[in-house]
């Protein structure tokens, strides 16, 4: 008889300035049996994953320090983090920032503030993939 595989919650990292976005994230990404961890800006999720590299991860643009875009580029360019998936969570919509996110390796693009069913529905469609 074979052992019962251990299964393992996706982990989503949220990485916002905003301590109230980092929180209602983690409150709806949790509902849906996500294990959530934050960072509060970019510099700060580069550390978390030489630790820890999530499944997914949802990135704001606008930050202080380096923003998302160089965020994203730094974990592009890192053989320990290159295959996460990135979803930018933003406030920005331009098709001109859309673009840069995707051209830069990002899945997708979210807009802040964000509809919870459709935000959910996204990340769990991308991670089932």
């Known amino acids: 008889k074979k052992p019962k595989q251990e299964s393992r919650k996706p982990v989503v990292m949220v990485v916002d300035d905003s301590i109230t976005m980092r929180k209602v994230s983690r409150r709806v990404l949790e509902t849906y049996d996500f294990e959530v961890i934050t960072a509060r800006d970019g510099v700060e999720a580069v550390e978390v994953m030489r630790e820890r590299v999530p499944d997914l991860i949802l990135l704001d643009i606008m930050m202080p320090g ?9 974990l592009k360019s890192d053989a320990a983090t290159c ?15 859309k673009v840069r996110g995707l051209s830069m390796g990002a899945m997708d693009f979210l807009t802040k503030p964000f509809e919870p069913e459709f935000f959910l529905m996204t990340v769990a469609d991308i991670l089932n993939h």
């Open 66 to 74: 380096i923003d998302g875009y160089e965020t994203c580029a730094q």
């Open 83 to 97: 295959n996460s998936v990135v979803i930018f969570l933003t406030a920005l919509q331009s098709t001109e920032e």
